[in-house]
């Protein structure tokens, strides 16, 4: 995530608590209105327990003691007054303790829904500035604190709300002197868990913020663990380990000693205010000053305690709600992420050719595709067949404005050919690819896609156009099938099982427990680097593409197994516009035209025969008197 400093998340915890008051009000309005109601009155049914002391001391038990044949019918109808309101709480506090549960895990859903569905909508560049884990610690870990607060301190703090408007009026009802009294102890209550809460929950947003930190490092050294033990740097890993979880231990405890220590104090507080109102009381009594009976002094004190006693359970909820609002303000930092902006308008359809040669869209697919060019200023459409011709026309790029990575490269690939790109690591060779599917916009310059600047071809049209195999392939939890079909989810069977075939994936599949329906997980755990790239390869091929982007598809298998991938990739490339980027510069012998980088630039460029004559960088990295770094 983005850091913030922690004074401007404070200043924010008043919105960020009212907007997520608000996906609990806007998803379930009725039910919360019912809890709210529920909460009511449980909270006045409480209130009404303790006010019943006056008048059963009072009105019922006082009067009838010396009696010799006292008449207990009155008192008997009284307790079950009293009994039907105790029920009525009793069964008001189950329906909203049950209602909150179903409303704070659909709440939790819909939060989660709207970061994954806002996450997709996030251009490449917020996941390479975010680590896996720090992301993954949203839908868990902050989410969970929204449970926990969701769930029990908002009906927590409704009910606190309420049984102190129900009890202070009470209170007032009862003695307006003694009541003053109470005022002036919960304005210091107030004084004391606003300073004792704003340290608290200074050190529960830093506990978040550490906690995302530890989740992600353990996560990376996780999928890095094989590198860890190969390199012996298990030492530094827990080294490092320790220093994050050092952190996390210093702003938890800080957060956690400040919101323990806030429930005794408020309740010794409380202490006090019985104590005082006892003593009070009591004088006031035996000098027959405002009236104070027996029955009076027995409820007030009951409401004494009832009126510290909201403080001290939000005081003992008040990790939680902080924790809350951290994990609610770093979730919404995600939801409010500015999503890839895309003002492209012209879009990809299938088309054919009518009998006068003229393209014309159509619904079904044909196997042509073109691209639909409305023009505003008249208001007509016109159509230009999918090809596959890419063009870079003084092309300057760099992903932070003070560094440049690409300088003025121009390029082109005619329909059907082969471009290979040459170069030391940082050279710009995958940046390039990237810049083709418009991952990242380049600064300056132009790129055209059949002759179509791509800025205005929509992203997913432009994306759904291109195939791409990468160096390091990512396979799904499912059947090989599945995989296979994420290339095109319209795809029938016939259609996976050519692809695999054009692939030289087929033969393997076929050896498989239950062949193409084998469910995989794990990224493809139990298959060989050379079978997932075979897969990978086969997805491409079934979403058949006429722009194919291999990134050093073959750079990590073996001689043996690269050569069977090679045929896969060969039967992939044939009659397709193909950009390659690769280390091994055997595979790229018989590409149209070789390209050479170095520090962004174009050095060169040419056939293999071309620069080989040439005897320039390309001849000594072929020859081996250069090596690529």
């Not at 007030?300 to 008040?318: C, E, G, H, I």
Request: contains cysteine; proline residues 2%; hydrophobic residues 40%.
């Amino acid at each position: 995530m983005s850091k913030r400093p922690e004074k401007t998340i404070n200043k924010n915890t008043a919105k960020t608590a009212k907007r997520l008051l608000k996906y609990v009000t806007d998803t379930y309005k009725l039910q919360f209105i019912l809890v709210f109601v529920c909460i009511f009155i449980s909270a006045a049914a409480s209130v009404s327990v303790s006010l019943s002391l006056k008048f059963m001391l009072d009105d019922f038990i006082l009067p009838l003691v010396g009696q010799s044949n006292p008449d207990f019918t009155n008192f008997y109808h009284a307790m079950i007054v009293l009994g039907c309101i105790f029920a009525a709480g009793v069964i008001a506090t189950f329906i909203y303790t049950r209602m909150m549960v179903f409303i704070g895990q659909g709440v939790l859903k819909r939060v989660r829904d709207d970061m994954f569905e806002h996450m997709q909508t996030l251009p490449i560049r917020y996941f390479d500035q975010n680590t896996n884990g720090s992301i993954m610690s949203l839908y868990t870990n902050d989410t969970d604190t929204l449970r926990q607060m969701i769930s029990q301190a908002i009906p927590q703090a409704l009910m606190s709300f309420f049984t102190i408007i129900v009890t202070f009026i009470s209170m007032l009802v009862l003695s307006p002197i003694l009541t003053i009294l109470a005022v002036v102890v919960i304005g210091i209550m107030i004084t004391v868990t606003k300073a004792i809460g704003g340290n608290s929950g200074k050190y529960f947003i830093r506990q978040q913020k550490s906690l995302a930190d530890v989740t992600g490092f353990i996560e990376e050294r996780m999928n890095g663990q094989r590198v860890v033990k190969v390199f012996n740097h298990e030492r530094k890993s827990e080294e490092e380990f320790d220093k994050l979880n050092e952190s996390l231990f210093e702003s938890a405890a800080n957060a956690n000693k400040y919101a323990n220590i806030m429930g005794p104090v408020v309740g010794n507080i409380g202490n006090l205010q019985f104590v005082l109102t006892a003593v009070l009381g009591g004088v006031l009594a035996i000098e027959g000053i405002g009236g104070i009976t027996l029955g009076v002094m027995a409820s007030y004190l009951q409401f004494t305690k009832s009126f510290t006693q909201p403080f001290m359970q939000v005081a003992q909820q008040f990790n939680s709600i902080v924790m809350a609002l951290a994990g609610a303000e770093r979730i919404f930092a995600l939801i409010d992420e500015e999503p890839e902006t895309d003002e492209g308008y012209v879009r990809l359809v299938n088309a054919k050719k009518d009998e006068n040669g003229n393209i014309i869209e159509c619904e079904e697919r044909t196997g042509m595709w073109a691209w639909k060019h409305p023009h505003s200023a008249d208001g007509s459409v016109t159509y230009t067949e999918l090809t596959g011709d890419v063009r870079f026309e003084d092309v300057t790029f760099g992903y932070n404005e003070d560094k440049t990575i690409l300088h003025d490269i121009s390029l082109f690939a005619k329909p059907g050919q082969k471009l290979a790109f040459v170069g030391s690591t940082g050279a710009g060779k995958t940046t390039i690819t990237n810049l083709i599917n418009r991952f990242y916009d380049i600064q300056d310059g132009k790129i055209r896609y059949d002759g179509i600047n791509i800025k205005k071809i929509k992203k997913d049209d432009l994306r759904r156009s291109l195939g791409i195999v990468l160096q390091d392939t990512h396979l799904f939890t499912g059947t090989i099938k599945d995989n296979i079909r994420y290339g095109n989810l319209g795809a029938t069977d016939e259609q996976i099982y050519e692809a695999a075939k054009l692939a030289h994936a087929d033969q393997f599949i076929k050896m498989l427990p239950d062949g193409y329906d084998t469910v995989i997980s794990g990224d493809g755990e139990g298959l060989s680097q050379g079978q997932r790239q075979l897969l990978s390869i086969a997805r491409a091929a079934v979403a058949n593409p006429p722009v194919l982007i291999l990134d050093e598809a073959t750079s990590s298998i073996d001689t043996r197994t690269e050569s069977i991938v090679q045929r896969g990739m060969d039967n992939l490339m044939k009659g397709r516009t193909v950009f390659v980027i690769a280390h091994r510069l055997s595979t790229i012998r018989n590409s149209d035209a070789i390209i050479v980088l170095e520090h962004g630039k174009i050095i060169e460029r040419g056939d293999h025969e071309d620069l080989i004559k040439n005897k320039g960088t390309y001849y000594q990295l072929y020859t081996g008197k250069l090596e690529l770094s």
